[in-house]
Each structure stands twice: as C-alpha cells, then as structure tokens.
C-alpha cells in the first residue's frame, strides 16, 4: 500500500457531519430517532453525528460483513444484529461509505421486516460511479470519486481508522 493522501480534511468532515445533525434534528423535530450503525466503519461517524443532535438519540449496532481485502464478495452476512427491538421507532441506518450498495439495500430489507414507523439512510460518503442497487439515500455527507478510501473508521485490513481526516491510497 502507498502512502496516504488527504481527501476531506478534518475541518471541513466536521462542519459538514454538523450540518447533517442539524437537519435531522429538523426533520425529526420532538421524535425520538435510532440510529443504526454498522460496524465497524460507522463508528466515528455515528457520535460525531449523535452529538450534533438536540433531542434524544437511541444507539444501536449491526456487524455485516461483504468485503475482504479491497473486493466485495457481493454476499452479505449479518456478524451482529440489532439488541433492542425498533418496532414502531424512526430509524436511520448510519452507514460509513455507500459503494454498490448490496449491503445496504440487504440491510434496509431486512430492518424493514422489524417494523419500524420510518426509516432513513445517513452516510458520511458515498460513490454513486460504483452504485448497482438503486438505493434512496436521504442524508450524504460527501459524494466521492471511485478512490480506495480510509480514515475517520473506514479501514484498508483494519489499518487507518483512527485517521482524523478522510484519506485515499494511490495503489
């Protein structure tokens, strides 16, 4: 692997991560949100979103796995589901990139048989160049190039998640 080159600085991922929470707060005014992040990739994203937001915000956690390496396998496995029950709760899946959008698209479906009132999609990035699965995302962070990305929870073999900036790896 290169070396990494800086994409989104940390400025500018913070001012635009308080933006999102803002607008959720707007859109979800005197409702009671869960987020649902996925592992491990979310993480940073989710609190730093969490944070920006006013009312009260239930966390929770799924561990999905479709990728090895850089390639996606293109079949999702669900490592971890949800502990709490989101019957009749508003949702957003806080995700860290939307690639393909496989992944996604399987754990939308699969959340929606739970039962919730509503449910959203939050990502910090997303390749619409990569998308296959038409997929409505209703809070983006950043639209990026088809770069192999890490920082800020996104990892290349576990490695570069603790990066406090959205980085890319020339190969």
Do not use: H
């Not at 019957?87 to 496989?102: A, H, L, M, S, Y």
Request: charged fraction near 30%; aromatic fraction near 8%.
């Amino acid at each position: 692997m290169g070396e990494v080159n800086v994409l989104i600085n940390k400025a500018k991922l913070e001012k635009r991560i308080e933006e999102m929470g803002k607008q959720i707060q707007k859109d979800y005014e005197g409702k009671e949100i869960v987020f649902v992040g996925i592992l491990k990739g979310s993480v940073m994203f989710m609190s730093e979103l969490a944070k920006n937001i006013k009312s009260s915000v239930e966390l929770d956690f799924m561990d999905v796995s479709s990728y090895k390496g850089t390639e996606s396998t293109k079949k999702v496995n669900i490592n971890k589901d949800i502990r709490n029950s989101i019957e009749g709760k508003d949702v957003i899946i806080v995700e860290d990139i939307i690639d393909t959008g496989r992944t996604l698209t399987y754990v939308l479906e699969y959340l929606k048989q739970k039962n919730p009132n509503s449910i959203k999609i939050a990502t910090m990035l997303s390749k619409p160049s990569r998308r296959v699965m038409e997929l409505n995302v209703d809070y983006i962070g950043f639209a990026i190039e088809d770069k192999f990305v890490v920082g800020y929870g996104l990892d290349y073999n576990e490695k570069y998640r603790n990066l406090p900036y959205i980085g890319y790896i020339e190969s």
